[in-house]
């Protein structure tokens, strides 16, 4: 399949952005070729604007018209604690404070009750969060201080990218956009055939 890369530029970030990852207190990490940003066929019949998670695969896609898509790469949770499912964009938030759950706090604490959105904050530079109904799900498509899990399933559950990844989706999805999460065994690579590779 022909896959084009799209420009992963930086002209989707704010001054505030520019100040807060030029001196990010985490190493830059080196992401494979494969989960850096592009435009890709894309075969599956979700709407323009629409979010999908393909979580065996590590990649995320917004679903652009013409039958195209961008395709970035994400880190996912571990089966046990991923989310799958149909949900929507309920709330949208730029350099997030992060307050840990008590589940957290249990597994990885002890952390602050609330940690100020920054550079070092786990939520990154932008939080979209993910709700069924009115009800908040507590998954999170989310920007990392840790860019060099990319591409890997890890323990938290929510859906992590390249903060310069997020920012770009963030400036393109709107509240109450459609949020399609693959649960694990459904790669949406699988049901194209393979024609998704890049």
């Not at 786990?122 to 860019?147: C, E, F, S």
Request: aromatic fraction near 8%.
């Amino acid at each position: 399949m022909q896959t084009t890369l799209s420009p992963s530029t930086d002209a989707s970030m704010t001054p505030r952005d520019r100040q807060l990852l030029a001196h990010a207190p985490y190493a830059k990490a080196n992401v494979p070729q494969q989960y850096l940003r592009h435009i890709v066929d894309y075969h599956r019949k979700e709407q323009p604007g629409t979010i999908l998670v393909d979580t065996d695969a590590r990649y995320l896609y917004y679903v652009l018209p013409e039958g195209k898509a961008i395709r970035y790469g994400v880190a996912v949770g571990e089966e046990a604690m991923a989310f799958s499912g149909v949900a929507r964009v309920g709330r949208l938030a730029e350099w997030p404070d992060w307050v840990p759950t008590a589940d957290i706090q249990a597994r990885l604490g002890p952390y602050p009750a609330r940690v100020p959105g920054g550079p070092a904050n786990p939520l990154g530079a932008r939080g979209i969060y993910l709700y069924v109904g009115n009800k908040d799900t507590l998954y999170r498509i989310h920007g990392t201080n840790q860019p060099e899990y990319i591409g890997q399933a890890i323990s938290s559950g929510c859906i992590r990218m390249r903060n310069e990844d997020v920012i770009d989706l963030y400036d393109r999805v709107k509240l109450n956009s459609m949020v399609v999460v693959l649960p694990p065994g459904q790669s949406a690579q699988a049901a194209a055939g393979g024609r998704w590779r890049g």
